[in-house]
Structures are given as C-alpha cells and as structure tokens.
C-alpha cells in the first residue's frame, strides 16, 4: 500500500487556468514537501510544512500556493497557470530530523499548461 | 545558501564498466548529511544511501559513497555497472540549521548502461 499518494497522475490545463494538485500520507510524518521536476534543473523546492496550518517557502514559489490542512493532506494551487509551470510534481513526506530525514516521495503529477 | 554541484548531466557506461557520479557540495554548516536518490523511469525517486560522517564509506545496494568534508565531495561509486542501473541519480544536502528538514538538491546525472 502506497504511503503517499498523489491525485491527479496527469493534468492539462490552459494558460490562466485554476490547478489544485492532491496529496496524501500516511506515514504520520510532520513533514511534506511539493518539488518540480524539470530536466537540467532536478527537483527543486516550491513549499513544504511542518504539520498543519503550517507553511514555508521553498526556494522556487513564485506563482504556487499551498496548504496543508490535516497532517496527511497537502495541496499546491496554481491559480493562474503558465507554460513554464508545465512540470513534473512530486510531493513527499519525512520524519523528524532524527531519522536523517529520509523523504519519501510519491508517483507524481504530470502537468502540462497549454 | 546550500548548494549541490552535479557535473554530469549524462553518464554513458557499458555494462560491466565502473561507475563514479560526482557529487560536490557547498554549505555553511560544519554538520550536513548527505543523501543519493535514484530515480527510476516511471517510478518514485527513493533512498539509496546517506551519510554525515567525516571518511566514513557507506554502502547499499552494490553502490557506495564516502563523505569527504574536507574537499565537500560525496562522490557515487559502484564497480561494476548493470544494465538495471540506468537511472537518474540526485545528490542531495541537508544542511542542520533552523527547524526543519530541508533538503537541496543537485540537478541529477542521468546513467545509461549499454551492453
């Protein structure tokens, strides 16, 4: 059984369209994580939480939102998508930094923005 | 702020043929651990190895690394390469400072093994 997992596995949407990514743990971590995937670039960090309500910055948020409502739910908004957010998504979560914060990662969201 | 240095995009090998993937690493902590992901095509990247301790070699899955503070390098060794072991390969840094798990990635060498 999958301990993350994230909805939906693909989505296409137009330029200035409403995108909500899902994910879900079930590892009972504290921590999750919302990367873009792009060649050349690897993952980068767009917003991470520890437990909910709470929020940071990553290092590549601009045109992202995020919340985190419930230690196991995580989501990324993009309220006006652009081609340059055509990506691969992967969400993850971790433990607490006493378990080397080994993060796991679920299959990921291919999203594309026309 | 922290930073991974990947040289590698593409690393080509033929089976059987060592393999080295560089990782170099730059933070201004003295303590960081340091991961290697590998990530399949059309899997979840996961966990190979981890360390943080200073010239200690860490070994999983045929693979290994040893951490080397002193030149910032966290080098991916294996002696032999498989063709199952054509994958992109991250090197990552977790520098311990604040309170939260943050991990910096580099930009990935992507491993083909031919026969």
């Known amino acids: 059984e999958a301990a993350v997992t994230q909805s939906p596995r693909n989505k296409v949407t137009v330029t200035g369209g409403n995108v909500t990514l899902s994910c879900r743990q079930t590892n009972s971590h504290n921590y999750m994580y919302w990367y873009r995937q792009d060649t050349g670039h690897g993952l980068r960090l767009i917003h991470y939480?520890?437990?909910?309500?709470?929020?940071q910055i990553g290092d590549v948020p601009d045109g992202y939102k995020a919340t985190r409502t419930t230690q196991e739910d995580f989501f990324l908004l993009l309220e006006l998508a652009s081609p340059s957010q055509t990506s691969l998504y992967f969400c993850?979560?971790?433990?607490?930094?006493?378990?080397?914060?080994?993060?796991?990662f679920g299959p990921g969201t291919r999203l594309t923005v026309l | 702020g922290d930073s991974v240095t990947q040289t590698e995009g593409l690393v080509t090998l033929t089976e059987g043929l060592p393999v080295m993937l560089n990782c170099t690493y730059q933070?201004?902590?003295?303590?960081?651990?340091l991961f290697w992901y590998v990530h399949y095509l059309n899997e979840s990247p996961w966990l190979l190895l981890r360390?943080?301790?200073?010239?200690k070699r860490t070994e999983h899955q045929g693979f290994h690394a040893t951490l080397h503070k002193s030149s910032s390098s966290f080098h991916l060794q294996k002696s032999s390469a498989q063709l199952s072991d054509s994958a992109l390969y991250y090197c990552a840094l977790m520098g311990l400072s604040g309170s939260f798990n943050k991990l910096t990635f580099g930009a990935g060498t992507r491993l083909a093994v031919c026969p």
């Open positions: 933070t201004i902590y003295s303590n960081a651990f």
């Open positions: 360390s943080s301790t200073d010239n």
């Open positions: 939480s520890y437990g909910a309500g709470n929020l």
């Open positions: 993850a979560s971790s433990g607490d930094r006493g378990n080397y914060a080994e993060q796991f």
